[in-house]
């Protein structure tokens, strides 16, 4: 078992599979599926140290498209709210029903989103609040194109200290 798990780990670092493992591993853990992608970015650089930029890119590319996934699972989350709410309270204004109904707390973290705008996008780094915030920028339908570019300087930045500091370690 062990020389199998070995020479998966080979076959994964091998640089013709090593960065779309990054990728997809960066993708991934962007999404409301819980994974990390330090690790393969690491391991990655490691192993190759000359793939040092380009696994860096490919990461927060994937890393940028999956919180964006989750940006889009944001406005399905408020369109489909907006349609249950028109159904079962029709006589309700549409405008009325833009935040959803919450205890003080979350009223209080959707209110300081909205304050923020696009900006908190760069918070989309975070572990778990990361998918909260993408998820939330695309309930309040904030610009699609703001929120990627602020949640790719936020990824970059994270992966860049990452990928530094892991050099660093290894050097």
């Given at each position: 078992?062990?020389a199998f798990f070995?020479?998966?780990?080979h076959?994964f670092s091998?640089?013709?599979?090593?960065?779309?493992?990054?990728?997809v591993?960066?993708?991934?853990?962007?999404t409301?599926?819980?994974?990390g992608?330090e690790?393969?970015l690491m391991g990655l650089?490691?192993?190759?140290?000359?793939?040092?930029?380009?696994?860096l890119?490919?990461?927060?590319?994937g890393?940028?498209?999956?919180?964006m996934?989750s940006w889009?699972?944001?406005?399905?989350?408020?369109?489909?709210?907006?349609?249950?709410?028109?159904r079962?309270h029709?006589?309700?204004?549409a405008?009325a029903?833009?935040?959803?109904?919450?205890g003080?707390?979350a009223?209080w973290?959707l209110?300081?989103?909205?304050?923020?705008g696009p900006?908190?996008?760069?918070?989309a780094?975070?572990?778990v609040?990361?998918?909260?915030v993408?998820t939330?920028?695309?309930?309040?339908?904030?610009?699609?194109?703001?929120?990627a570019?602020?949640?790719?300087?936020g990824k970059?930045?994270?992966?860049?200290a990452?990928?530094?500091s892991?050099?660093?370690l290894?050097?």
């Amino acid at each position: 078992m062990d020389a199998f798990f070995a020479s998966l780990l080979h076959w994964f670092s091998l640089p013709e599979w090593g960065l779309p493992t990054v990728f997809v591993t960066a993708f991934v853990s962007a999404t409301w599926l819980p994974m990390g992608s330090e690790a393969a970015l690491m391991g990655l650089i490691a192993i190759s140290p000359h793939l040092f930029w380009p696994a860096l890119l490919l990461a927060t590319v994937g890393n940028t498209l999956g919180g964006m996934v989750s940006w889009l699972m944001g406005v399905g989350l408020q369109s489909a709210h907006r349609a249950y709410q028109n159904r079962a309270h029709p006589h309700r204004r549409a405008d009325a029903q833009a935040t959803p109904t919450a205890g003080r707390l979350a009223a209080w973290a959707l209110a300081q989103l909205e304050k923020l705008g696009p900006k908190a996008c760069l918070l989309a780094w975070l572990p778990v609040v990361g998918d909260v915030v993408c998820t939330l920028a695309g309930w309040l339908r904030m610009p699609w194109l703001a929120c990627a570019v602020y949640m790719a300087i936020g990824k970059f930045a994270r992966y860049l200290a990452i990928a530094a500091s892991a050099q660093w370690l290894m050097s």
